[in-house]
């Protein structure tokens, strides 16, 4: 498997020419750094003439609250954003009162949100 890799700016609009020449190349998943990017990349898949998930599954990222509401529902990955806030209080709180805080990365589990915008990829 191989894998493609286009930049875009971080707006609806910005995804579209990266989405557009994903979709020509005919990959049928594109997974994008932003919710906003993914509705983008929707959008621009469909004025293509392809379906979603049917054609092309396209993935999220951060899981805002109104993915539920977009046509299709879109698959996200979630952030497990109360996880992170508590550890950086944790970690300020410590630093604030003279306990050594080792210079360490904090890793957290994202969860991938399965809605309407993927499918199995079409045969071929």
Not at 4 to 9: N, Q, T, Y
Not at 14 to 22: E, F, I, K, Q, V
């Amino acid at each position: 498997m191989t894998c493609d890799v286009e930049r875009a700016s971080f707006s609806m609009e910005g995804a579209r020419p990266a989405a557009t020449r994903l979709a020509e190349r005919g990959v049928t998943g594109i997974l994008c750094a932003s919710d906003v990017l993914a509705l983008g990349a929707v959008r621009a898949v469909r004025r293509l003439g392809k379906r979603v998930p049917q054609d092309v599954s396209i993935v999220g990222f951060d899981d805002s609250a109104i993915m539920t509401c977009t046509d299709p529902p879109l698959t996200t990955v979630r952030q497990p954003i109360e996880a992170m806030g508590q550890s950086v209080v944790d970690l300020l709180v410590q630093q604030m009162e003279g306990v050594g805080v080792p210079s360490e990365e904090l890793y957290f589990e994202p969860e991938l949100v399965v809605r309407g915008s993927t499918a199995p990829a079409p045969r071929t």
